[in-house]
T-cell receptor, first 115, second 114 residues
């Protein structure tokens, strides 16, 4: 079974609108971390936001927020007030605490912001 | 600002040659991960190392590929007798051994096989 599933290969959003990128995960470890990364066309991987499995509140970092629904095992990324510079690939990742610090990545979602 | 340093940024090899990719983790990081990314695809995990130890190499091809992270010096991903299919971007990431800490990525090495 896939550890991380991103079901949206491509998404479009109008500039200044909000967009949600989906991520579901699969783990039996009660202790884990969830991460989102951005990869622009220049190729580097940029860390955006982190959510711990025991965190009570959804993580926020500027225009990024993580909609964490533990029972559904989903960790969707919400980008508010989209900007042209947000056009990139977005990867969801998970780290299981009790199984050796391995990271698992999804296949990514390509986001295009339309002016 | 000493982030994860990968070199070279671009590497061109002919079929049958060896490719050596280097990665110096962030200061204070003892965990190193290597990933391969084909065009228009996601990251494929290859290997996870700590100093002098391979922790998980389940994503490494069984032949021609090896990795090390010596006590001193950078981590090395080595590809022997390269073939066209090895052309890809190879990313190194490092982290602390703390669960809530993200991996920090280098800028990658773009390997092209002629």
């Amino acid at each position: 079974a896939q550890k991380i599933t991103q079901t949206q290969p491509g998404m479009f959003v109008q500039e200044k609108e909000a967009v949600t990128l989906d991520c579901t995960y699969d783990t039996s470890d009660p202790s884990y971390g969830l991460f989102w990364y951005k990869q622009p066309s220049s190729g580097e991987m940029i860390f955006l936001i982190y959510q711990g499995s025991y965190d009570q509140q959804n993580a926020t970092e500027g225009r990024y927020s993580l909609n964490f629904q533990k029972a559904r095992k989903s960790a969707n990324l919400v980008i508010s007030a989209s900007q042209l510079g947000d056009s990139a690939m977005y990867f969801c990742a998970m780290r299981e605490v009790n199984t050796g610090n391995q990271f698992y990545f999804g296949t990514g979602t390509s986001l295009t912001v339309i002016p | 600002n000493a982030g994860v340093m990968q070199n070279p940024r671009h590497l061109v090899r002919r079929r049958g040659q060896e490719a050596r990719l280097r990665c110096s983790p962030m200061k204070g990081h003892s965990h190193v991960y290597w990933y391969r990314q084909l065009p228009e695809e996601g990251l494929k995990f290859m290997v996870y190392l700590q100093k002098e130890n391979i922790i998980d190499e389940s994503g490494m091809p069984k032949e021609r590929f090896s990795a090390e992270f010596p006590k001193e010096g950078p981590s090395i991903l080595r590809i022997q007798q390269v073939v066209r299919g090895d052309s890809a971007a190879y990313f190194c990431a490092s982290s602390q051994g703390i669960s809530n800490q993200p991996q920090h990525f280098g800028d990658g090495t773009r390997l092209s096989i002629l």
